[in-house]
């Protein structure tokens, strides 16, 4: 049997480098998703690169890795609007080159809004977007990971059908350098119930079936604050949320699940913080 890939958090690091790997080091994690810039704005700090590097090699030396990079909040591929688009595709190759810099092998996308149209036309205007980056992809190591949404308002991606429709929409020379990021609130509340082991493997092979498993190379884990198919996006504690304890042990153990790496979005507050998550998440990992 295969064991339980590598666990971590969502790193906050700002500048603060050697924090950071400190913080690393004191939870034990082995793999961390972080910002490379400022997720509330457009705009990218130039790099101390040598602190960069610094950095990334620490976080290597205490057995962290893969390193992802999550997309800023405002990026949006799926509009028509030529000023968001414009924005959103020069911030898309920016995240390449800072993931690039920073040492991460991911870079996980919110592919965006359809808004005023269709679905199916803000899946082709994501594609389009994304081919447009294709000489950045093609220089970078970085794979894109396009992120499962719980469905607020027009989002793409709530679906894995909406995600499953943008890979044959790809250059083929990328087919290769994009693949899918599973978060466990979104798909919760996007309608896929992973609450006892059954459930999970359905939820699984609908991921087989509308884009493969093999695409899925990370995972986010978050236990869900409102109900079944809310379509709200709201992380809880692990187990203390509308996935629970029963869920994350279904859904962890899923032979397809349990060797891809995992990180942690869950709050911190004054009922827990990242040490008791991660606590709970290795106690369900058998
Ligand atoms: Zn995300
Ligand atoms: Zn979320």
């Given at each position: 049997m295969a064991s339980h890939g590598p666990l971590g958090i969502h790193l906050s690091v700002g500048q603060k480098y050697d924090d950071a790997v400190a913080e690393a080091k004191a939870l034990g994690i082995s793999c961390c998703q972080i910002f490379t810039?400022?997720?509330?704005?457009?705009g990218f700090a130039p790099i101390d690169e040598k602190a960069v590097k610094k950095f990334r090699d620490d976080l290597r030396k205490i057995g962290v890795d893969p390193v992802a990079s999550h997309c800023n909040y405002?990026?949006?591929?799926?509009?028509?609007d030529p000023e968001i688009r414009g924005k959103s595709i020069a911030c898309l190759k920016k995240e390449f080159e800072y993931a690039a810099a920073f040492g991460c092998q991911y870079f996980v996308l919110h592919v965006g809004k359809y808004k005023e149209q269709t679905m199916d036309e803000g899946i082709g205007n994501v594609a389009a977007g994304i081919n447009s980056a294709k000489k950045d992809m093609m220089n970078s190591k970085v794979i894109l990971l396009l992120e499962t949404v719980a469905g607020q308002g027009t989002e793409i991606g709530k679906d894995f059908s909406d995600l499953g429709k943008i890979f044959p929409l790809l250059d083929k020379e990328i087919q290769d350098k994009v693949g899918v990021c599973v978060d466990t609130c979104h798909i919760f509340e996007a309608?896929?119930?992973?609450?006892?082991p059954e459930k999970a493997a359905a939820v699984v092979e609908r991921m087989d079936k509308a884009f493969g498993i093999g695409r899925v190379k990370f995972i986010h884990l978050n236990d869900a604050q409102k109900e079944f198919d809310s379509r709200v996006d709201r992380h809880q504690h692990i187990g203390r949320g509308f996935i629970g304890l029963a869920g994350f042990r279904a859904f962890l153990n899923h032979p397809a699940i349990k060797p891809l790496p995992k990180i942690l979005e869950t709050p911190v507050d004054e009922e827990r913080g990242y040490p008791e998550n991660l606590a709970a998440v290795k106690k369900l990992q058998v």
């Open positions: 810039h400022n997720p509330r704005g457009w405002l990026i949006n591929l799926g509009t028509n309608g896929y119930d992973i609450r006892t």
